[in-house]
């Protein structure tokens, strides 16, 4: 069974940094896209950013060159250092993963993932 648990949410000021974990165990897929995602009150879930088993990692335009994904294999952890925030990056991210079609990139659609947590709290103030 599929289990993700994210934390280091917060509340932080304008231009502050956190790091988010995603505690990910029992995935089986041979290739697979583990991504961040957030969704704010009353908008559409918004994709971050993913990275494949091979580590290559795809960012949302709105958070290129302020955020970095990583996997940690070793602690079955994944992270989204969030640099530069913002108070539009205020929203409930969750961490999701789902298998990669050979040849494609992970998508930053959630709609491809069906594997969720249950969400962190990021608060960015002005």
């Known amino acids: 069974q599929v289990q993700l648990v994210e934390s280091g949410g917060g509340s932080v000021q304008a231009g502050g940094s956190l790091r988010l974990s995603c505690a990910a165990s029992?995935?089986?897929?041979?290739?697979?896209?583990l991504g961040w995602f957030r969704q704010a009150p009353g908008k559409e879930r918004e994709g971050v950013a993913t990275?494949?088993?091979?580590?290559?990692?795809n960012y949302g335009d709105s958070v290129k060159g302020r955020f970095t994904i990583t996997l940690d294999n070793a602690k079955n952890t994944l992270y989204l250092q969030m640099g530069n925030l913002k108070p539009e990056d205020t929203a409930m991210y969750y961490c999701?993963?789902?298998?990669?079609?050979?040849?494609?990139?992970?998508?930053?659609?959630?709609?491809?993932?069906?594997?969720w947590g249950q969400g962190t709290q990021v608060t960015v103030s002005s």
């Open positions: 999701a993963v789902d298998r990669r079609v050979s040849g494609f990139r992970c998508p930053t659609d959630h709609q491809w993932y069906n594997n």
């Open positions: 029992g995935y089986t897929y041979f290739r697979y896209c």
């Open positions: 990275i494949d088993e091979d580590g290559s990692t």
